[in-house]
């Protein structure tokens, strides 16, 4: 977690230099029989800070006593980005600091019982966020999409109270040292712009959406507890291997058991120690969506901590899912338990109306609908790190996973520094701690569309895929390039090479009959030079739900739907070579900034913003069905109509 001056835009090199390695784990808060949690969802008192240095909230501690004291507020939900839910334009495109204030009755037990650590965890907080409970500094954190947690234990039981106040306040400013980069430009030409007039300018294709966007919430350990488990999997000849390091705070003395339950209940293997490998004899492996009449078989390891204190024993239990599976790279395959693995799927975003990137479980459960109708097996977490709850709904359901970092934008000069870098390295730290643990992610993703030819982006990339590695040998790393930059610098260190195109759509508008040669020769060129694996990462069109046109013009559904036509014709040739997936650019349209390029956001979306299919999806859920059957398709077993694995749909 980076700690920083509470500026504007105030980012000093403070990581420059600084060792890596996060103190800590990051395990998600489940309840256990020694575990509580508290979602502090709902409406938070909030203020956007419309001073002109935007530090009024600092220079009058807005943080010292509750927030309507010093001056109105606004009701604002929460998880939710707040550009959206409210008439006041000046909200919408707000810069600088925003102010949430919430107060949370605690259980008496919690405030009364000093062997209970109180937690406060922010599962993401856009951009850059400062913490204070009961008006005392707490907690402060760099990164817009991943969770930071404090012990607020100390502050709440210091007497017979039952409530805290918790203020937060964030900040969505983009500078060129943050993830995703930006750069705030002051016009200071005063026959065009008013005194002190400034805008953000970014350089990635969706919409700069802030706030608390992902849950708040509260819960306990005892005070010596379990605070991180690593679980790596591998499989000899049937027998399950699940490979487990357990950390371990606030005791050195102390009993660890480990159990593996299977989904009926039961125990198939023990161990004990805070390392171990527990055997698991003819295995039911994690298998993506429709490779397997069973997908996504998960087993649960309970970790059962016991430390004998003056007291008696006091006991720590944490239950973590656990798929057994492996993932392999070829010079031109992608594995997944010894077996070829194609990509057929979408990239998504973090978006819908009204939410804005606010984590809600009826979108999440209508898009994981939506995919499995689609017959599609995984999608990359365009451009940033989604929320716990999204990898966990993979976990279950067979969705594979690209799991992308926020290193989208990288372009301006500046962004190719020490500082920059070791933001990123320390990003990549926290995303493999959070996620390190999900079956279903099978790759890391470092960034999408890099500069890479400027000067030292090469060495940027080779240590930041380098140590990606390091963090986590278990998976491979890949680089999302573009054929419009010269991005090959990071093509050497990476595993797989993902690539996006727009042929017939950025150039050569409307001249469909150039895509299938301008494919093969991008497929064949980067396979002439890498001999890796080539996932074609992003392709589409936009197309305006209900614009019509044939022959196929631009905008149209018929368009967007003969351009993946022509894609289509190549991939079928090439994924029998080296190609190992196809992601569609974009499973729904989705909210930008402002420009002549966009029309109230971009349209490449097989869905609308609100989930209803245009043309386009009908074609792919046609083509991702027929290529499930081609390897076996295995129909789920709640879907009476598939009729046999030989044929079967939804
Ligand atoms: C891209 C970017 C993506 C954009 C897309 C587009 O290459 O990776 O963020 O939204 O193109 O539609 O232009």
């Known amino acids: 977690m980076a700690r920083r001056a509470a500026g504007l835009w105030a980012l000093g090199p403070l990581l420059w230099g600084c060792a890596l390695a996060l103190r800590g784990g990051m395990l998600y808060p489940r309840e256990s029989p020694s575990r509580e949690r508290k979602e502090l969802g709902g409406l938070w008192k909030f203020r956007a800070d419309f001073s002109e240095n935007r530090r009024q909230g600092f220079e009058q501690q807005w943080y010292r006593a509750p927030l309507r004291e010093s001056g109105p507020t606004l009701d604002m939900p929460v998880p939710s980005s707040f550009n959206d839910v409210g008439q006041d334009g000046r909200l919408r495109g707000f810069v600088g600091w925003v102010w949430y204030e919430r107060e949370a009755v605690l259980p008496q037990r919690w405030t009364q019982d000093t062997h209970t650590r109180v937690v406060l965890r922010i599962g993401s907080a856009h951009y850059h966020a400062i913490v204070w409970v009961n008006g005392v500094h707490v907690a402060e954190h760099e990164g817009g999409h991943l969770p930071f947690e404090v012990d607020i234990s100390k502050l709440v039981q210091v007497g017979p109270m039952s409530s805290c106040r918790i203020t937060i306040a964030v900040n969505n400013t983009l500078t060129p040292h943050t993830l995703p980069p930006g750069t705030i430009v002051y016009e200071t030409d005063t026959s065009k712009y008013p005194n002190n007039y400034f805008v953000q300018n970014t350089h990635f294709d969706f919409f ?17 507890y379990i605070d991180d488990i690593d679980v790596t999997t591998s499989v000899d000849q049937g027998t399950g291997l699940v490979y487990y390091q357990i950390s371990i705070q606030g005791s050195e003395h102390f009993e660890l058991e480990v159990f593996l339950w299977d989904e009926k209940g039961n125990i198939v293997a023990q ?56 993932v392999a790279v070829t010079k031109n395959q992608f594995l997944i338990n010894g077996k070829p693995f194609y990509f057929r799927g979408v990239n998504k975003h973090e978006d819908a109306d009204i939410r804005g990137k606010g984590f809600d479980w009826p979108l999440l459960m209508k898009d994981l609908n939506l995919l499995r109708w689609l017959g599609a097996n995984a999608f990359r977490t365009s451009h940033y790190p989604y929320a716990e709850e999204v990898m966990q709904l993979c976990d279950q359901y067979g969705v594979v996973v690209i799991d992308e970092s926020p290193g989208v934008g990288i372009v301006l000069s500046q962004s190719y520094n020490n500082q920059s870098l070791q933001h990123h390295l320390e990003v990549m730290e926290e995303l493999v701690r959070r996620d390190k643990n999900h079956p279903a992610v099978v790759m890391w993703s470092v960034a999408n569309e890099p500069a890479s030819s400027l000067g030292p982006a090469g060495y940027y990339f080779k240590t930041l895929i380098a140590h990606t590695k390091a963090l986590d040998p278990s998976r491979p790393v890949t680089f999302v390039t573009n054929s419009k930059y010269d991005a090959d610098l990071g093509a050497p260190y990476v595993d797989v090479i993902c690539v996006n195109s727009y042929f017939s759509w950025y150039h050569d508008f409307g001249h469909l009959e150039v895509i299938q040669l301008q494919l093969a020769t991008q497929f064949e060129n980067w396979y002439k030079t890498y001999q890796k694996p080539i996932i074609q990462s992003e392709y589409g069109a936009d197309a305006i739900s209900g614009f019509h046109h044939d022959p196929p013009l631009m905008f149209s559904e018929e368009y967007q739907k003969s351009l993946l036509e022509q894609y289509h014709l190549v991939l079928d040739q090439k994924r029998k070579e080296y190609v190992v997936g196809e992601l569609i650019w974009n499973f729904a349209d989705f909210m930008t900034d402002q420009s002549t390029f966009r029309v109230l956001g971009n349209k490449k979306g097989i869905f609308t913003r609100q989930r209803q299919p245009k043309g386009a999806a009908f074609l792919l859920r046609e083509r991702y069905w027929k290529l499930a059957n081609e390897t076996g398709c295995h129909p789920p077993a709640e879907k009476p109509q598939c009729l046999g694995k030989s044929h079967c749909t939804w």
Do not use: C, K
């Open 208 to 224: 700069n959406y802030a706030g608390l966007h992902r849950p708040v919430i509260l819960y306990t350990t005892p005070t010596a």
């Open 271 to 326: 161990g004990s120690g805070g390392r171990g490998q527990l055997q698991v004899p003819n295995a039911h492996l994690w298998w993506p969506y429709l490779m397997h009449e069973h997908p996504a078989y998960l087993y649960t390891l309970e970790a059962r901590l016991t430390v004998q204190t003056a007291a008696g024993d006091v006991s720590d239990f944490y239950l973590l899912p656990v798929g057994i599976r492996t």
